[in-house]
């Protein structure tokens, strides 16, 4: 079963509870109809990802906690996420419609180093149309993605919208370089 956004989020909420929570209080948190929760519920269910530990009350279980978790990465999968792409494949910053600084980034390494010193109004202008995050989704790391999708969520701007994007992909790149050198020394 694929997991949509809301049985994600649902699933997601279930986690944080770190407890069964009643399907009314769930509701309203989602801003959506008890029906229309229902019937999510009801596919998650049956998809063994959540429990019914009592008539109204929803717990997640642990296949629903695999299902929302991100892949493990294995040291093949982490030299494959830090590779170099063709151009083609690469992020070309641009600080508008039409506007391409003639910068881009063929790799995860590449991509923090420019983060760093292009112009703060290129990252402004990409992090709300989500084209980060489709970029690292088209290398594999969806991981990566989801995390610069919570930064999009935290309305930030100008410098500490650079150094937290920066940050997250620098941290991301020191874990894969970690695991990847794993597999030149075996």
């Given at each position: 079963?694929?997991?949509?956004?809301?049985?994600?989020?649902?699933?997601?909420?279930?986690?944080?509870?770190?407890k069964p929570l009643k399907r009314e209080d769930m509701a309203k948190n989602?801003?959506?109809?008890?029906?229309?929760?229902?019937?999510?519920?009801?596919?998650?269910?049956?998809?063994?990802?959540?429990?019914?530990?009592?008539?109204?009350?929803?717990?997640?279980?642990?296949?629903?906690?695999?299902?929302?978790?991100?892949?493990?990465?294995?040291?093949?999968?982490?030299?494959?996420?830090?590779?170099?792409?063709?151009?083609?494949?690469?992020?070309?910053?641009?600080?508008?419609?039409?506007?391409?600084?003639?910068?881009?980034?063929?790799?995860?390494?590449?991509?923090?180093?420019?983060?760093?010193?292009?112009?703060?109004?290129?990252?402004?202008?990409?992090?709300?149309?989500?084209?980060?995050?489709?970029w690292l989704q088209s290398l594999g790391d969806t991981e990566l993605a989801?995390?610069?999708?919570?930064?999009?969520?935290?309305?930030?701007?100008?410098?500490?919208?650079?150094?937290?994007?920066?940050?997250?992909?620098?941290?991301?790149?020191?874990?894969?370089?970690?695991?990847?050198?794993?597999?030149?020394?075996?």
């Amino acid at each position: 079963m694929s997991v949509t956004e809301i049985k994600r989020k649902i699933l997601q909420m279930l986690l944080e509870a770190g407890k069964p929570l009643k399907r009314e209080d769930m509701a309203k948190n989602l801003g959506i109809s008890v029906p229309t929760l229902m019937g999510h519920l009801l596919g998650l269910i049956k998809a063994g990802y959540i429990s019914t530990p009592d008539k109204t009350y929803y717990a997640i279980t642990s296949k629903g906690k695999e299902a929302i978790s991100p892949p493990k990465i294995d040291q093949k999968r982490a030299a494959y996420l830090l590779r170099a792409v063709p151009v083609d494949k690469a992020f070309h910053f641009y600080t508008g419609i039409g506007q391409y600084m003639g910068v881009f980034a063929n790799s995860l390494t590449d991509f923090y180093k420019k983060i760093q010193t292009i112009n703060v109004k290129s990252i402004e202008f990409h992090v709300p149309r989500r084209d980060f995050e489709l970029w690292l989704q088209s290398l594999g790391d969806t991981e990566l993605a989801t995390k610069i999708g919570q930064i999009r969520g935290m309305s930030l701007s100008g410098e500490n919208l650079r150094k937290k994007v920066y940050d997250t992909v620098k941290l991301r790149c020191d874990e894969l370089e970690s695991l990847s050198r794993g597999l030149s020394q075996t």
